[in-house]
């Protein structure tokens, strides 16, 4: 072993390994295979019917090289019994050989069919596993927190799970593949046993050392492309914005093309350097390996020949003996080669089970030991924030602390202050987005996780800033703020009609139904100030009875803003309602007005009473009138 630790340490020496992208060890490939179990049984439960069918095709199919061998041998025996036999008799004793050829041919035809067969499957049950795979890696993606989707470690996992997900149909071919080789070699070595035991080990000797290079350097490649998750990410991420056209305008305008390309060519090129020497070093080794390979092979193979030589063994028992040594040379080299595949495979099912493993902190805490608390319907009471502090996962500084202040039925509360304040951070808490990292949020008296968190957000309307521009037709575009109704049309074009989206979808060739955005054919796209109202649209699509607004107007001229926000009043009678604006001709409209300053309540009042008051309010709202006058 000394030697193979030597040669691999001086493979290794050659290159140094990057730093926090460590190589994988034979002994963590092999235990990797622990994942196969659960993969094998995703495959079963894809579909039963098609496994089944799968496995039985493949059994068969390891059973037919054995036998077409052993036909050969009888056909060609038999033909070197009829040369024997004088020229006269030949005819008469033609049945046997003819049987042979016979038989060998229809199981020619057999593997054909077996052959086609498998494929067929492999592509049936792959496609099926992919699109299983991929609904089930939503839906789990959708079950998961706010703030988990804002870490960059959870990204890395979600973007090694999601490239998994059509990989893995190809580990699953390579897996069936390997039990049916492994079958199909057992009946081989049985065969080159009972000739001469000594052929096996010397197959061993011939193939082993391959399979231990292929190891070493699969080993190296899935730790370059494990270690370079986050760069791969960027490199997509560069790719899109420079050829996108939701990038196109600023790209062109702040002349970026040059940098988002020479940041692509860097790291590209680092990478392919670094996959070049690894490729360089394992073909060169390859060659080697295979030298070695082919020379056991052949020793073998001559001593067969010197056997049939000497008369030891017939013409049949000699093809026989060549093809079944070919043959297991073929499959091992196969097998062993395809075990790197699968261990490494394996590493990457690893990936795909970490990222199933995560768990969603925000869920339903029965903190009572009973069930959820039913939401009320009405809100009698409010939201009660008590010493609420926030803190994101590594940050710095604390975005909200020592909040107390009511928020009470029907009320409706604007949010105001400076950019990074802590307005949307406050929303999202209410809406359970979040859960507080201090102190707790109360409803009707009630912990805010005493109820259930699905329950809760079907009765909060809330449309951010950074609304999504879903690529669907306009009609889908307002239903997404109640997906359940989207066949409703009365629902969904009055909720148009109180956004003022009616008078934008009316001037839509298609209406309802013409596809908004450029992505796909035949897309319509919209202004800023038209998206908004059908952002606006899904609020009141919503009918809930806490409506959150996040800049609802920044994109609408002043006689749309003012259209709006008269439809808002009416619209919210008997809601509660949070505002967030920077413009205090909205602003002004609330019951209160709550002032966050670097996280902390500053002040809470009305409009008259702030201004009154002469602090910072005041301060905001003379320095913004000023810029009117």
Same mark, same amino acid.
């Given at each position: ?20 992208? @460590? ?206 998750? @986050? ?399």
């Amino acid at each position: 072993m000394s030697f193979w630790t030597n040669l691999f340490e001086s493979i290794s020496a050659k290159r140094p390994r990057p730093e926090g992208k @460590p190589a994988v060890s034979l002994r963590e490939r092999f235990s990797a295979l622990r994942n196969l179990p659960e993969f094998l049984r995703l495959i079963w439960q894809t579909s039963p019917a098609l496994t089944l069918g799968n496995v039985a095709l493949r059994l068969l199919r390891a059973a037919l090289p054995v036998a077409m061998l052993y036909v050969a041998q009888l056909l060609l025996d038999s033909v070197v019994h009829l040369s024997q036999l004088p020229a006269e008799q030949r005819p008469a004793n033609l049945m046997p050989a003819s049987g042979y050829a016979a038989l060998e041919f229809g199981l020619a035809i057999l593997s054909d069919l077996l052959g086609r067969g498998t494929a067929l499957l492999d592509s049936l049950l792959g496609d099926l596993f992919a699109n299983r795979t991929s609904v089930r890696l939503m839906e789990h993606a959708a079950e998961l927190d706010l703030d988990q989707f804002e870490d960059s470690t959870f990204y890395d996992k979600l973007e090694r799970a999601r490239r998994q997900t059509l990989s893995r149909t190809v580990l699953m071919a390579q897996v069936l593949s390997q039990a049916q080789d492994v079958i199909t070699m057992a009946f081989l070595a049985v065969g080159l046993a009972a000739f001469n035991p000594w052929l096996l080990l010397l197959l061993l000797v011939a193939v082993v050392p391959a399979f231990l290079g292929e190891s070493h350097f699969n080993e190296r490649s899935y730790s370059l492309v494990h270690g370079w998750t @986050p760069e791969r990410r960027e490199l997509d991420y560069l790719r899109q914005t420079g050829a996108s056209d939701e990038t196109a305008k600023e790209v062109k305008i702040f002349g970026l093309s040059r940098f988002l390309i020479d940041r692509f060519r860097q790291l590209s090129d680092e990478f392919y350097q670094k996959n070049k020497d690894l490729v360089i070093r394992r073909a060169g080794w390859g060659s080697f390996f295979a030298a070695v390979g082919a020379a056991g092979y052949y020793a073998a193979y001559v001593y067969i020949i010197r056997q049939a030589v000497l008369g030891q063994v017939s013409i049949g028992q000699l093809t026989f003996l060549a093809g079944s040594f070919a043959r297991m040379r073929g499959l091992l080299e196969g097998i062993l080669s395809r075990f790197s595949s699968v261990a490494d495979g394996a590493l990457y099912l690893q990936d795909f089970f970490d990222f199933f493993a995560l768990r969603p902190r925000i869920v339903r805490q029965e903190l009572t030991g009973e069930r959820p608390i039913p939401f009320p319907r009405p809100i009698r009471q409010g939201f009660q924030f008590e010493n609420v502090g926030f803190q994101y996962k590594n940050g710095a500084k604390w975005a909200l602390r020592n909040l107390n202040f009511m928020l009470k039925a029907g009320e409706k509360l604007a949010l105001v202050g400076e950019n990074g304040a802590g307005k949307t951070t406050l929303v999202k808490l209410l809406a359970r987005l979040y859960d507080p990292t201090e102190g707790r949020i109360l409803l009707d008296g009630y912990d805010l996780r005493e109820y259930d968190p699905a329950e809760l957000r079907q009765e909060i309307g809330v449309i951010f800033q950074d609304f999504v521009r879903f690529q669907l037709p306009a009609g889908q575009n307002i239903a997404v703020g109640r997906i359940d109704e989207r066949q409703n049309q009365d629902r969904i074009e009055g909720a148009a009609a109180r956004s003022l989206a009616d008078s934008v979808i009316a001037k839509l060739p298609q209406g309802y139904e013409q596809m908004i955005g450029r992505r796909f054919a035949g897309g319509v796209d919209l202004s800023g100030g038209e998206w908004q109202k059908i952002a606006l649209g899904r609020a009141y699509m919503r009918d809930a009875q806490l409506l959150i607004l996040d800049e609802p107007t920044a994109a609408l001229d002043a006689r749309a803003e003012y259209e709006v926000f008269q439809r808002f009043k009416e619209l919210t009678q008997g809601k509660t309602a949070v505002l967030i604006s920077h413009r205090f001709s909205t602003v002004r409209m609330a019951d209160r007005i709550l002032v966050i300053e670097n996280g902390q309540l500053q002040e809470l009042g009305s409009h008259e009473e702030l201004l009154a008051k002469g602090g910072r309010y005041a301060e905001l709202f003379q320095l913004q009138a000023a810029g009117y006058r």
